[in-house]
């Protein structure tokens, strides 16, 4: 039987890149993107394409029992920095879209489904270096405290429906093809677009600030394998830790001054620095290895390289 995909939440940071190696792999018509964002031209030439709000049940149910998905990736959600913001509305599109997309998932036997954490599950009283699996976990974001919500009820509906669902907590994220969009980690993808464009960049987080990252082809690359992991591999049914990298924005902006010469990072800190606080600087992800193999490729001189380098080429042509 064909594996049939649906993205929900492709226009998003992860979903641009999950949706164009799903799409290699699967064929396009095998892909279905959906996203809040309209429709145009681009993205319907690309595949197949569909409006959806994640809080619209109808039309959801209309999407699941048209093209009958067996496999869902639900990456649409509020991040940290933005959700902080408007806390109600952020806590409505996190849980109840997750909701909505388990309850449709369970209803027209979707067989797998990968649904994202992040390291903001994570709070002031766990260990901040080499953050185990298991800790203590106090959020004081409502994207943290609506990430481990969400990674209960993955559990919940695994042991309770049997619904396979799998889950990584994702750290900063940094790729090339697509902004993020309001989250704390952000700085570590704008600082490459500022450093190309003007060799300057003012810095929201301050200089010390160590955290959790990893580039974008590891991030596919580990929701891709857990998502395609045998079932009795993926023993972890909440969320796994997951690690590339870790590092300061000083660390980050000496790594872009070995490519751009007389870089300059400067600091203007503001209110994402008491988020940042809160979270790990780095991860023990010793499970998702053990269990179904995950290895990193990128260290981050190979990923401000590759940054450098698919960046230059966009923002000059
Ligand atoms: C954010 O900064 O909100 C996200 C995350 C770490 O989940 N990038």
């Known amino acids: 039987m064909t594996t049939k995909i649906l ?3 492709s226009e998003g940071q992860v979903g641009t890149d999950l949706s164009s190696r799903l799409r290699d792999t699967y064929g396009k018509n095998n892909v279905i993107c959906s996203d809040i964002r309209v429709a145009d031209e681009k993205k319907l030439d690309a595949g197949p394409y569909i409006e959806l709000n994640v809080l619209d049940k109808q039309r959801l149910a209309e999407l699941f029992s048209t093209h009958k998905p067996s496999v869902i990736y639900h990456l649409a959600a509020m991040l940290s920095a933005t959700a902080e913001k408007n806390p109600k509305l952020g806590w409505e599109l996190n849980m109840d879209g997750m909701f909505n997309v388990f309850d449709a998932a369970l209803e ?8 994202p954490s992040s390291i903001a599950v ?5 260990p901040r270096e080499n953050t185990p699996q298991d800790c203590v976990m106090d959020p004081n974001t409502i994207y943290g405290i609506s990430k481990l919500a969400g990674e209960r009820y993955c559990e919940y509906y695994f042991k309770r429906y049997g619904l396979d669902v ?10 090339w093809k697509a902004l993020p969009g309001g989250g704390t ?5 704008d600082i490459f677009h500022q450093a190309i464009k003007t060799n300057r960049y003012t810095c929201f987080l301050k200089g010390d600030t160590e955290l959790p990252m990893m580039y974008m ?5 580990a929701t891709i394998d857990i998502t395609e992991a045998p079932s009795d591999e993926v023993k972890i049914r909440s969320s796994y830790n997951l690690a590339g990298m870790s590092f300061d924005p000083e660390l980050l902006a000496s790594a872009i001054r070995k490519h751009i010469a007389g870089f300059e990072i400067s600091y203007e ?3 994402r620095q008491k988020i940042a606080d809160s979270w790990p600087k780095s991860i023990d992800d010793s499970r998702a290895r053990a269990d179904w193999g995950w290895k990193n490729d990128y260290d981050l001189d190979a990923m401000v390289a590759e940054m450098l380098m698919r960046l230059s080429g966009m923002i000059a042509g």
């Open 269 to 271: 800190i503001d209110q």
């Open 217 to 221: 082809d590891d991030a596919i690359k």
């Open 108 to 115: 027209y036997n979707v067989q797998r489904m990968f649904w």
């Open 122 to 126: 994570f709070g002031p009283g766990t």
């Open 185 to 189: 980690t952000d700085y570590a993808v």
């Open 166 to 175: 799998r889950s990584v907590r994702y750290p900063g994220l940094i790729g």
């Open 7 to 9: 993205i929900i939440g």
